[in-house]
């Protein structure tokens, strides 16, 4: 018999059973998107071998991950170049873990991913809201001809959520017609106040990672300087825990353009802290 003891390529402090778990991680693969710089299939790979670097205890909110009660089910394996297949299986995908009674965390690949999640979220809770974290506005309604983009995702998403419910964080990027989009319909904040109007809504919270600076997060396929801080980011989460979390993604890490794998361990720290807000009892 072996001994071992083995590697577990799984998230760390994961509960392994997928039925008495609360929140399902889904590795999504898929950068067929992308406009500048590809690589982000390679996110949840990496993420989770980094994660066992990571300590399970976060001193921000007091709470070791088993508390958490999240299952790790792998990522899921995509048709290659086929854009509206990859997206109709992520959408079936999170539909199956809502079903069954519990929550997704997404962990990507680029922006685009969110679309199906959202769509699939949405079919089991109204009143959905969407926090958004990111550098660019992700407002187009197509690039180059290209509905399905991951630099569109929001503006399809604002679609079936209203735009009075989404709320973007950390934007500096956008064309004009973007940033005239975010000011009719007030998207933009500013202050942890500005998010109260989504406290009696059900909430799903999308990161991607270039919100952070790129002298924290270099490692991303669109990067974009002027961005905030880790702790930034963390105090943002920290104000979301008394919000009615239901979905959750953390996307567009790609990890090999920053090989001193700083992004990488960034990503994981991004998504403890983003687990613990997301299971926080209220």
């Known amino acids: 018999m072996l001994r071992g003891p083995f590697l577990d390529r799984s998230w760390m402090a994961q509960n392994p059973d997928y039925d008495s778990s609360d929140i399902v991680m889904l590795g999504l693969p898929f950068d067929g998107t992308v406009s500048y710089r590809p690589g982000s299939r390679f996110a949840p790979e990496q993420i989770r071998l ?5 300590e399970e205890y976060s001193p921000n909110f007091d709470r070791e991950l088993e508390d958490v009660n999240f299952h790790d089910a792998g990522d899921l394996e995509f048709p290659l170049g086929n854009t509206y297949k990859t ?25 685009l991913v969110t679309l199906p999640e959202v769509k699939a979220v949405s079919k089991f809770y109204d009143n959905l809201a969407v926090v958004h974290f990111d550098a660019h506005t992700d407002l187009r309604e197509e690039y180059m001809g290209e509905e399905m983009s991951h630099s569109a995702v929001i503006r399809h998403i604002s679609k079936f959520v209203k735009p009075e419910n989404i709320k973007q964080i950390g934007i500096r990027s956008g064309m004009k017609e973007e940033w005239e989009f975010m000011k009719k319909n007030n998207t933009l904040c500013h202050k942890y106040s500005d998010l109260d109007c989504l406290k009696d809504k059900n909430v799903f919270v999308t990161v991607d990672l270039d919100c952070l600076d790129t002298s924290i997060m270099p490692g991303t396929g669109t990067p974009e300087v002027g961005g ?20 959750a993604d953390v996307v567009e890490l790609a990890p090999d353009y920053d090989a001193t794998g700083a992004s990488t361990a960034v990503a994981t720290k991004v998504i403890r802290e983003l687990l613990f807000a997301m299971s926080h009892k209220k």
């Open 87 to 111: 997206l109709e299986q992520i959408e079936q995908n999170v539909e199956d873990i809502y079903r069954d009674g519990k929550k997704v965390f997404g962990i990507g690949g680029e922006h």
């Open 228 to 247: 905030m801080t880790f702790q930034e980011l963390a105090g943002w989460f920290d104000y979301l825990k008394d919000f009615n979390i239901v979905g």
């Open 50 to 54: 980094a994660s066992w670097g990571l």
